[in-house]
T-cell receptor, first 119, second 115 residues
């Protein structure tokens, strides 16, 4: 079955420390990959996306992610977190239902990782 | 650019009534819009895909007669929750996709509470 796994439900990081949030997907071909952040009661903010090309993707607010085909992973990283980074983070995948060209399937989301920043 | 709005942001309705949520793409024409549902402290689940001028495609387990979706124009899709019940209380988020692209732009969400 096609799926997106975020194995860490909660992560606590000290302000200024580095961060890595894990995301694994199950799919037979190269999907389109996204990371979103959501603050409580708010909508989604796109941090970065991967469609093709360079497997190391730079996003907003200092985030980056690396697509590793061999590991079916798309982990999100940040070298130094800020208190404002506290949020729920979702990894999402498109293309799990035969997305092609102008296809329009919706995204499949992981269950999310709740990031807590310690002062 | 690529801004998507939703209205209302919050709505409270009584059990048995219907409520309509609007999703608008403000600065682009969206050939496809998507509706997601998010329960508290859970992930987003795709409910349906809506293409302008055609019937929506619903995900398995989503009642199409309960969640009516209309995509009458390239900038507006509506979700109507009919005969709402407390278990329909949730955060509903729409997204819109520009034709020929893969990225979706998300609205800010609508918090529905059914009493």
């Amino acid at each position: 079955a096609q799926s997106v796994t975020q194995p860490d439900i909660h992560i606590t990081v000290s302000e200024g420390a580095s961060l890595e949030l894990r995301c694994n997907y199950s799919y037979g071909a190269t999907p389109y990959l996204f990371w979103y952040a959501q603050s409580p009661g708010q909508g989604l903010q796109l941090l970065l996306k991967y469609f093709s090309g360079d497997t190391l993707v730079q996003g907003i607010k200092g985030f980056e992610a690396e697509f590793k085909r061999s590991q079916s992973s798309f982990n999100l990283r940040k070298p130094s977190v800020h208190w404002s980074d506290a949020a729920e983070y979702f990894c999402a995948v498109g293309g799990l239902r035969g997305w092609s060209g102008g296809g329009a399937d919706g995204l499949t989301f992981g269950k999310g990782t709740h990031l807590i920043i310690q002062p | 650019g690529a801004v998507v709005s939703q209205h209302p942001s919050r709505v409270i309705c009584k059990s048995g009534t219907s409520v309509k949520i609007e999703c608008r793409s403000l600065d682009f024409q969206a050939t496809t819009m998507f509706w997601y549902r998010q329960f508290p402290k859970q992930s987003l689940m795709l409910m349906a895909t809506s293409n302008e001028g055609s019937k929506a495609t619903y995900e398995q387990g989503v009642e199409k007669d309960k969640f009516l979706i209309n995509h009458a124009s390239l900038t507006l899709s509506t979700l109507t929750v009919t005969s709402a019940h407390p278990e329909d209380s949730s955060f509903y988020i729409c997204s819109a996709k520009l034709g020929g692209t893969y990225e979706q732009y998300f609205g800010p969400g609508t918090r529905l509470t059914v009493t």
